[in-house]
């Protein structure tokens, strides 16, 4: 069993730590306490034995087992059920990394089944241990803490993106040949974000929904917890703009590298074109004195200028008069 951690919490502190799951539910029938119970890629055969132990619904076990959920929080009977996308930036890559985090929380317990390295649950857990009175707010707690976990670490993605867009800006004039793809790429990664960090802030109001119609009336515990559900919305929300004022700019960073691309090759284009007016126009000065030199070279017999005594002198003449010409013709339209 790919059991990570698996501790029996009475009023907010870990009084045991059972070595095996029929330990676990024993546990808890005895001291009435929670469990809370780490996965971390069960198979389908763990998976069902946790289900039926804990009368978890088979569609969502179904979900567990198939990965690849949206962001979401269902109410089955008794238990709810959580889908997460924790993400992690990797900075010698320069990409994100996207993992799943399903949670089960019902009377007496939570199950968190993670199919990634991210979110650090360890660190939820300590937190909360450290924090006898909000653990001791039962399976609430947990799912507030988890979240506020999936929702901190988001933090660090969205300072990778930010210095991957603002690279793109220096990329973009510096005509860098893959800048195009670059963006593409960006956009794709910023798009997955939107789709994990969206749906939160429904989920968030669902649960809080949820919690406030489970809580006793006057309760000051379900209040702070409330209000510590309203700063992980509000966070969401930020996260959220953040990543969609993202998404803008690098469309307008696609369409500005398409123009500066066809401007390039437009400016390409056209000094192509002068170089070859350039050499076009010298073919053509260097062409006539090879013409009437190739003529007056022909030395047929009835030629009347070979006998000419000026007919060497007219002959150059001829050949410089014409490339004078030409070449002056050529720079007056610009050519050289």
Excluded at 209 to 228: F, K, V
Excluded at 266 to 280: F, P
Aim: aromatic share 8%; net charge negative; with cysteine.
């Amino acid at each position: 069993m790919p059991i990570v951690d698996n501790a029996i919490y009475v009023q907010g502190r870990r009084v045991e730590e059972p070595a095996d799951l029929d330990t676990t539910f024993e546990a808890m029938k005895e001291t009435g306490g929670m469990a809370w119970l780490g996965l971390y890629r069960p198979d389908a055969r763990e998976m069902h034995a946790v289900a039926a132990e804990l009368g978890l619904h088979e569609l969502a076990v179904e979900d567990t087992l198939t990965g690849h959920q949206r962001p979401k929080l269902e109410h089955y009977g008794e238990h709810l059920f959580l889908v997460l996308r924790p993400a992690r930036y990797l900075d010698a890559e320069e990409k994100v990394e996207f993992g799943e985090l399903h949670v089960y929380a019902g009377t007496g317990f939570v199950v968190t089944v993670r199919h990634a390295e991210s979110p650090r649950l360890a660190r939820v857990r300590a937190r909360l241990e450290q924090d006898a009175a909000l653990l001791s707010r039962g399976p609430s707690a947990v799912l507030y803490a988890v979240l506020d976990q999936v929702v901190d670490e988001y933090e660090p993605v969205i300072h990778g993106l930010a210095n991957d867009v603002d690279e793109i800006d220096d990329q973009l004039f510096s005509g860098a040949p893959d800048v195009s793809r670059r963006i593409y790429e960006l956009s794709r990664e910023v798009i997955e974000c939107q789709r994990a960090v969206a749906p939160l802030e429904a989920v968030v109001a669902q649960l809080r929904r949820e919690m406030q119609a489970s809580a006793p009336a006057g309760g000051a515990g379900a209040t702070e917890l409330d209000r510590l559900l309203v700063d992980v919305q509000d966070h969401t929300i930020r996260l959220a703009e953040r990543l969609a004022s993202f998404r803008a700019l690098l469309g307008n960073a696609l369409s500005l590298s398409s123009t500066l691309a066809s401007q390039r090759a437009t400016e390409a284009g056209l000094a192509q074109n002068e170089q070859m007016k350039k050499i076009s126009s010298w073919a053509a000065i260097l062409f006539a004195p090879s013409l009437v030199g190739s003529i007056y070279g022909m030395n047929f017999h009835n030629m009347p200028e070979l006998a000419y005594s000026w007919g060497y002198g007219g002959a150059l003449a001829l050949m410089v008069a014409l490339s004078v010409g030409l070449y002056v013709v050529f720079k007056k339209n610009r050519w050289l």
